[in-house]
């Protein structure tokens, strides 16, 4: 029996939960294991879209691996795969530029090995569009305008393109159909998510509520703080989203359909036009959906949809305005009447809202730092016609880091040797820790649901019993599957080795709270199909926990089975 500590944190309580931890499974004869069997060896590969354009943004073909220098945390790496993709087709790789014919002077490095390619020459390159529609902060009308669009646009989908559509309410994320390629199925899905409901109005109707219509001028910024759980939800759900979506092979392509993740800035001056150093740092952020999606090969075109929120809560508008009444006649929102005195100094045009700068700096930092477009204002019309002609011609590289797993962000530079170009990539990678991942992937399954790859976990539960005011007491056994754990040889010894993750739940929209840790297990081989091993633990909870969520991950901390358990179901003392 092996003993370890569990540190967990619910709401503002730090608790800490003893575990014992006991191995029951049938013994089985050790086989001969290989050599290599047993060793971690992770050999996951990053992609690296690039875009190459010249002087004039043309599109620049005809490169080829060694006029590219690819760095990592500012040192360069080798390219380990290239290939260059035109109108949705491999094409054969350029001769490499002579580099002169003189020999290598002595003790000169040799040169590296020409990279793979991902795909051969006339060999079709599908891409997979993943097409994700934020109905948190979305206005029914406005929102299938462009869903009309793209519905409209289906055409443009080559043979060998994919796509999948999904929606969030504010709870749940909602596969409304999976990958395909068949149009009339997508369309048909389209149907279904326009007739979906939006919660847009309430969000408005949220911000509108600390004051009436003048105040809600004077005090814009304040008003959007009632949004931000709003947003922090909205994040886990798209991280969700991509980490609960198998793709096919292919480029990976998120289209995300938002209006509602501007940010709240400090209150404006009665003078002088709105500062941007008042708009909170949207990179910091937005980070985990940026980096989710650079991890995951995923490149963002962020689709911003017309939205209330940018109208209904507006800036100071006395310093951009003369002093004549203005009525805003909105037809999701009703009117408002102002009288508003002149402010000479500042330009009659100016009467742009710190939410709609906001929303433009949040969706232009999500799909620049993964080698995208943002499209804003009304790019929403042509929206993926103009996200196919940028994703059908590209340079597809790629190059397998050294995983540490440490949990370590990497700095990801693409630079172009000739003269005169630039070029468009995503900007970076995170080396995720397996507590990390396994974390991240169980609180997806909050959200998006169980795979079929998934197992089920029985979890018994003892007698919940109060320990003092604020806190109660829990003893459970988690019987965890032998097979959602790893199998390895350690010394000639064999163990499972994996992660667990616990989270604790209040009220339904509450942030749950994690704590995740490595598990291993002594073994006398491999265990047959059915084992289970046991984990025993006995938890402490604050006063307003309500559900526990457990979750097994093996390698890279991928979930293999996780169950949940209603605290009404419990017997008490």
């Excluded at 047959?528 to 890279?556: C, D, M, Y």
């Amino acid at each position: 029996m092996k003993t370890f500590v569990i540190s967990m944190l619910a709401a503002a309580i730090a608790t800490v939960a003893t575990v014992a931890t006991a191995a029951r499974i049938a013994p089985a004869a050790s086989p001969a294991a290989p050599s290599s069997f047993g060793e971690s060896i992770d050999v996951r590969v990053v992609n690296v879209e690039a875009v190459v354009t010249g002087a004039k943004g043309v599109r620049v073909p005809g490169l080829t691996a060694a006029d590219f220098r690819l760095l990592v945390d500012g040192q360069e790496v080798p390219i380990d795969y290239f290939t260059e993709v035109t109108g949705g087709q491999a094409v054969a790789a350029a001769p490499a530029p002579a580099r002169g014919s003189e020999a290598p002077a002595q003790g000169a490095a040799t040169a590296p090995a020409a990279p793979a390619a991902i795909a051969s020459p006339g060999e079709a390159v599908g891409t997979n569009y993943l097409v994700y529609i934020d109905d948190q902060f979305s206005i029914r009308p406005r929102r299938n305008l462009v869903l009309d669009k793209l519905k409209a646009d289906l055409g443009r989908l080559g043979s060998h393109d994919r796509m999948s559509i999904l929606s969030f309410d504010g709870h749940k994320v909602t596969r409304l159909i999976d990958w395909t390629g068949d149009r009339k199925a997508l369309e048909a899905a389209f149907a279904a998510a326009e007739e979906r409901p939006t919660f847009g109005l309430l969000a408005v109707a949220e911000a509108r509520s600390d004051g009436d219509g003048s105040q809600m001028v004077e005090e814009s910024g304040a008003a959007i703080v009632s949004l931000g759980w709003g947003i922090e939800i909205g994040k886990r759900a798209v991280v969700a989203a991509m980490r609960g979506t198998p793709t096919p092979p292919g480029r990976k392509v998120m289209l995300f359909l938002n209006g509602g993740w501007g940010l709240p800035d400090l209150p404006q001056s009665d003078t002088g036009a709105p500062s941007a150093v008042n708009q909170p740092e949207a990179a910091k952020i937005f980070a985990p959906v940026f980096e989710t999606a650079n991890l995951l090969g995923y490149t963002l075109y962020t689709i911003e949809v017309p939205n209330a929120l940018s109208l209904g809560i507006s800036n100071d508008v006395r310093v951009a305005t003369p002093a004549t009444p203005l009525t805003f006649a909105m037809s999701d929102l009703g009117r408002n009447e102002v009288v508003l005195p002149p402010n000479p100094s500042i330009p009659q045009e100016f009467i742009t809202t710190s939410f709609g700068r906001s929303l433009h700096e949040t969706l232009e930092v999500m799909a620049n730092e993964t080698g995208g477009k943002a499209m804003l204002n009304s790019a929403w019309q042509n929206a993926f016609e103009r996200v196919t002609a940028d994703t059908s011609s590209y340079y597809w590289l790629g190059f397998t880091p050294q995983w540490k797993a440490d949990g370590s962000r990497h700095k990801i530079s693409l630079e172009v040797r000739r003269p005169g170009l630039t070029v468009r990539s995503r900007s970076g990678f995170s080396d995720l820790s397996r507590e990390t991942e396994a974390q991240v992937q169980a609180e997806s399954l909050l959200l998006y649901g169980a795979s079929k790859s998934e197992r089920p976990m029985k979890v018994n539960a003892g007698l919940l019993r109060r320990v003092s005011l604020l806190r109660r007491e829990l003893p459970v056994t988690v019987e965890v599957p032998a097979d959602a754990l790893v199998p390895q040889v350690e010394d000639g010894v064999w163990s499972l080795v994996g992660t667990l993750s616990v989270a604790t739940l209040g009220r339904t929209g509450e942030e749950p709270h994690w704590r995740t840790l490595p598990v291993h297990f002594k073994s006398n081989g491999i265990p047959p199909a059915g084992a289970t091993t046991n984990v025993q633990t006995i938890i402490k909870l604050p006063l307003s926990t309500r559900k526990l969520v457990f979750a097994v991950g093996g390698e890279h901390g991928a979930v293999h089975a996780w169950t949940q358990l209603d605290l009404q179901t419990v017997g008490r003392e």
